[in-house]
């Protein structure tokens, strides 16, 4: 058995305070992860029942274990123990799934690594993590292969979908391996994974998650909000390496449902997977929903009578895409809050008053809540205060003391997010206090993309701002001040997007630039850019746009 390094792990002074009000949340010391969200559903009869889908395969619950169990014999082989870490970058296909299972059954921990992120960022997350051995997919591996000579943990590259020349196939891996397998001793406290988010800074945090913790919020969320069960088909397009994406894995497992899986979204895609494979539960960024929303007569084009239910979380949910929801597919859409680090905890409700369906809805039921002041003193309804909260998971960091610190004051997990409470007890969001921006259910922040403007050698400063969108809620715009002797031109728009394409990841460069002088930024009396006036004046020149 491997050994994590005490430092590692989160400073005992800095460690939420949980609370467990709920029978759903009481659980067991021994669990382990591949049994509970796995091994229980066979041992319940219902091995021969689909597990996923995806495109026009139809795995079951035995022929998943079977997977499941190979691939964790093939790992022990290469020599992952309990403890070891291990990467996965892939699109959302059955591999993630079942690389995830199978470090769980022996222990292992898996490291969410997002298919977009290029090279550097791989090779911080490797380095980071001491992971021995990385699962990719074929058409993922180019930007791993870039950083490999960096990676001195990394001893196994194990490689999905097509052969690669000189690396591991999964295929060959696995083909000998037995489909009988020992799993390894667990407990609540051993770890799930560990997932990265970038702050302000740009410099990503890694966010280590217990099982407990995991199965307590998938419990509550489950038995509150989706209320799935094994009748269910589970379609939820987010990347698996994205914190809401990676809970439909969990909840599949925790149900027994059937998750469908689709790699490539699309409106038309997704409308076709509801209707063919009778998807019952969508869950989806609010992007996502309004590019459904885009496709006229939607509604009488497919049979989307088994769709129930839609979750949407990632970025605020606007009224009016719920309310339309509503009326054109008959559909609630639950507008749920929650991070990497702290699970769903706050979300709206079926059947609530419509004029409150643009706040973020109440705590989900075990959840302790405080709206407090820059002090730490709690503030009354009406007032404007931080969330703070406790629940029966926390806020973990990965070799990140000064995140750990930051974000839990005397037991209560700070958010960080300013919300107001209102008289019927809804939570009202005002804002964040950092400069992250939400865009298509992804948290880019502004700072790591300006990094990767300064790098080019034509850019003299940068300032990087939400910007309105209709579809993806936000999109970044960067206001470029050039150096002197470049002349500003649409071409070059699109040579310092692509440079930003290559420096991060893709998903990350600014859609819309605007060159601007130096002197028209507004500045505080030091020198420094005041952002937060750039936001103001795009808000107001896109709503007197659209007023036009």
Known sequence: MSVIPGEYLPLNDFLPDYIYPLPEVRLPQDINACQLFLDKHILEGRGDKVA??????????????KKVNQFANALASLGIEKYDRVMIRMPNRPEFVIGCLACWRLGAIPVLTHHLIQSDEIVFRANDTEAKAILVSSDTFPAVKEGLDRCPSLRSVMIAKDRIDNYLFLDDLIQNQSDQCVTTETTKNDWLRIIYSSGTTGKPKGIISAIGDMVAGINVANRYLLHLTENDVLGSPPAFTFAFGFFSILFFGISGCTLNIIEDFSAENMFKAIENNRISVLRCVPTGLRMMLNMKDSEKKYDLRSLRLCQSSGEVLPSVVAKEWKSRFG???????????????MSTHVDMPDEKLDSLGMPVPGVDYRLVDSEFKEVPAGTPGELILRAPWGQLYWRRPDAQMKSVKNGWNRTGLIFEVDADGYFWFKGRDDDMIVSSGYKIPGGEVEQALLSNEVVHEAAVIPSPDPIRGNIVKAFIVLKRGCTPSDDLKEKLKNHVKGKIAPYKYPREIEFIDGNALPRTTTGKIQRFLLRDREIQMKLSRKSI
Not at 335 to 343: D, F, I, T, V
């Open 52 to 65: 996923i889908i995806y495109m026009d395969q139809k795995i079951s619950f035995f022929e998943l274990q």
């Open 331 to 345: 559909v609630t859409v639950l507008n749920s809050l929650g991070s990497a680090e702290l699970n769903s905890y």
